[in-house]
């Protein structure tokens, strides 16, 4: 499994940002991603998790209303749109898969223990 994170850049605050995480060496509809991001001296945040095969979606409160999720099957690709950006959204963004069976979604939280592949991280930076 490879995952190829892209998208980030820098931004003022109010901005907004589409990240894609392309996907190859796996049945695309047979996986959970995720999306999770890390600000500097910071732990890892969830911020979203969707399993379609699940019926499963987990989206974060700091998040919520402002980001969006949307797949490409055709082309094997999961994109997170980021609007209304704060600087406090400034941190390196991850998307992450699994088979769908393999993950724990709820409403309230999702681990990122459960996901075995990871893409590289890209930079979102949001300047005030």
């Known amino acids: 499994v490879q995952l190829q994170a892209s998208g980030g850049g820098s931004v003022q605050a109010g901005g907004s940002l589409r990240l894609a995480c392309s996907a190859s060496?796996?049945?695309?509809?047979?996986?959970?991603f995720g999306w999770f991001r890390q600000a500097s001296g910071k732990e890892r945040e969830a911020i979203f998790a969707?399993?379609?095969?699940?019926?499963?979606?987990y989206v974060a409160q700091s998040v919520k209303g402002r980001f969006t999720v949307s797949k490409n099957a055709a082309k094997d690709t999961v994109f997170l749109q980021l609007n209304s950006l704060k600087p406090d959204d400034s941190a390196v963004y991850y998307c992450?898969?699994?088979?769908?069976?393999?993950?724990?979604?709820?409403?309230?939280?999702?681990?990122?223990?459960?996901?075995?592949?990871w893409g590289q991280g890209t930079q979102v930076t949001v300047s005030s």
């Open positions: 992450a898969a699994e088979e769908w069976y393999r993950v724990v979604i709820t409403s309230a939280f999702v681990r990122a223990r459960d996901f075995g592949s």
């Open positions: 060496g796996i049945a695309f509809d047979d996986y959970a």
């Open positions: 969707t399993s379609e095969r699940a019926g499963l979606t």
